[in-house]
């Protein structure tokens, strides 16, 4: 008894420590992307977010459970309008409704802390051949112009989040001091900065190392990282890493068209941790590792040395984006799908060991797998119920470099087997493969190679909280009104 008087004062401290250093870097947002066959509830989410002390979220969309979740929250929101959407906003009425129901609808004390309009989303990216070129620019001045009418034009700012795609450097001179806006798009990028700048909004580019080593074997492999690597010299300033010379080379992009000092976010930057040989998790540490300390310093970068505001990309793993850019595609999340931390890091830039506060009270489904019976017969049928598993689940950590890249031709067939019966929520039917599947009740992952358990989807959710409470203000607010 009188021990546990004595534990307490012992024991106090260290949690006040505890809690002090569940903190992230000053302004650091993340990226919530929902390309999941199985989400986890918006409100665990948000939760989430809250215990790791992250303060800011960037979304892709405007969806309304989303937006319910966030509600009360305080969390700092950019909201956005996909790419496919961008056409309908050049028509001003249209442009008029989205802010109405996606902006104005939550703007009241208690709603959400919307700080920012996504319009479209890496729209000017080259492998979309200019499709959204003169779309983008007419959708960003109705948003803008729908903002303003609405009276929140002064809080609420629009901004295009672009890939690095949209500036390079000549050949001939590839240094950040060089660097230009891509001559294909150079009138819809100037319309776009002048607006941006007229509205003092933010310039949103996403940078990506990764990308820069993936696919290119001449990369030198550390200049991705934070913690040395040859350097380039420009102007006598040395870059030692390409995170600083990329974004120097759009800080001199803008100053080449007028506007050297606008305000620059980074929109997505992260590595990810399956589906290619450079991204694991211990590259991934490497990366977050070098970065968080940084930002924590404020050091920015040699033409911009200071704070720079950040969303990571991204929050959790979501195994139905499309694989287009590559394997790596499905594996971004600082979390697994199920909300869990994969690895230490350490948001507060302490460079710390310690891992990230999971999803609380997941739900998960059965503890049981489909895999491939030894005993099968028809084994000619095999490649075919392998190719439609993969085609209707996620098989990319089966290839080159990733994480169950080592199985047999068995561990193939029942990794695959068992990725499309977890999507089909372990469905009876589900498991059959033409009688080359059976069900096993035992862990049959082997080695880095995890067989997963599905949570059990949050896609069917009830009425959201906020449509309750936005009802009960509407009708406060036709009393204040009459
Ligand atoms: C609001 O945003 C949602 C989600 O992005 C979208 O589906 C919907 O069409 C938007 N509403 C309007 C009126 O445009
Ligand atoms: C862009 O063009 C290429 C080659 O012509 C084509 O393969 C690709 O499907 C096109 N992409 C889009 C998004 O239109
Ligand atoms: C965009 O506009 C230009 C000039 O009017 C035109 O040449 C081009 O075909 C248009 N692009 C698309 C994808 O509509
Ligand atoms: C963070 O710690 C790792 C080892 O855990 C080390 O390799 C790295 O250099 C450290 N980064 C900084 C910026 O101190
Ligand atoms: C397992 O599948 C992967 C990806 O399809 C393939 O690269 C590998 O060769 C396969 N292994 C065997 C033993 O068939
Ligand atoms: C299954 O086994 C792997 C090691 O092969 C282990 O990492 C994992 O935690 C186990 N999963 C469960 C649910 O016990
Ligand atoms: C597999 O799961 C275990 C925990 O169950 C985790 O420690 C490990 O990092 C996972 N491996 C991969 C490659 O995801």
Not at 337 to 356: A, E, H, M, R, V
Not at 414 to 443: H, P
Request: charged share 15%.
């Amino acid at each position: 008894m009188g021990n546990s008087g004595f534990l307490a004062t012992l024991l106090l401290p260290t949690l006040l420590c505890v809690h002090l250093s569940v903190g992230s870097v000053t302004g650091l947002g993340v990226n919530w992307g929902t390309m999941a066959t199985h989400k986890l509830p918006p409100e665990t989410v948000v939760k989430m977010l809250k215990d790791n002390g992250i303060k800011k979220v960037k979304l892709f969309d405007a969806d309304s459970n989303t937006m319910g979740a966030l509600a009360g929250s305080d969390l700092e929101v950019m909201v956005a309008i996909p790419n496919d959407q961008l056409l309908a906003m050049n028509s001003y009425d249209r442009a008029k409704e989205w802010v109405q129901k996606n902006i104005t609808l939550y703007n009241f004390k208690g709603g959400v802390n919307i700080k920012y309009v996504a319009v479209g989303n890496e729209p000017f990216l080259q492998t979309y051949n200019g499709s959204f070129v003169n779309t983008t620019f007419p959708a960003l001045q109705n948003i803008q112009n729908a903002l303003n009418d609405a009276g929140v034009g002064d809080t609420i700012k629009v901004t295009v989040p672009l890939n690095a795609d949209v500036y390079n450097s000549p050949e001939s001179n590839p240094v950040p001091s060089a660097g230009r806006f891509r001559t294909d798009i150079s009138r819809p990028m100037s319309q776009i900065v002048d607006l941006l700048a007229k509205n003092g909004a933010p310039f949103t580019v996403n940078i990506y190392p990764f990308l820069s080593l993936y696919g290119n074997d001449d990369f030198p492999f550390n200049y991705a990282f934070f913690d040395g690597g040859n350097p380039i010299v420009d102007n006598k300033i040395q870059y030692t890493n390409v995170f600083d010379a990329n974004f120097d080379t759009l800080v001199s992009a803008l100053k080449a068209v007028g506007h050297g000092s606008m305000p620059i976010i980074i929109g997505e930057v992260g590595w990810p941790t399956d589906g290619d040989k450079n991204a694991n998790m211990a590259n991934a540490q490497r990366f977050y590792n070098g970065l968080f300390p940084r930002l924590a310093a404020n050091t920015g970068t040699p033409l911009r040395p200071g704070y720079i505001e950040v969303y990571l990309f991204g929050l959790i793993d979501e195994d139905a984006k499309s694989v287009a850019p590559g394997n790596f595609e499905r594996h971004w999340g600082i979390f697994r799908y199920d909300g869990q931390p994969k690895f230490p890091i350490d948001l507060s830039g302490q460079n710390q060991t310690k891992f990230l506060i999971g999803a609380k009270d997941v739900k998960y489904l059965k503890q049981q797998c489909c895999m491939f019976n030894p005993n099968a017969k028809n084994i000619g049928k095999l490649v075919d119920n392998i190719n439609y598993a993969c085609t209707f689940s996620d098989c990319t950590a089966l290839g080159f470099g990733s994480s169950c890249n080592g199985l047999d031709a068995n561990g193939n067939a029942s990794y695959a087997f068992n990725m499309y019966y977890q999507v089909q929520n372990q469905k009876d039917t589900a498991c059959s493969f033409q009688g080359l599947g059976i069900l096993s009740t035992r862990n049959i992952s082997q080695g880095t190679c995890n067989f997963t358990i599905q949570i059990t989807s949050s896609s069917f959710s009830s009425v959201s909280p906020l449509v309750v409470v936005l009802s009960v203000f509407t009708v406060l607010n036709s009393y204040l009104l009459f």
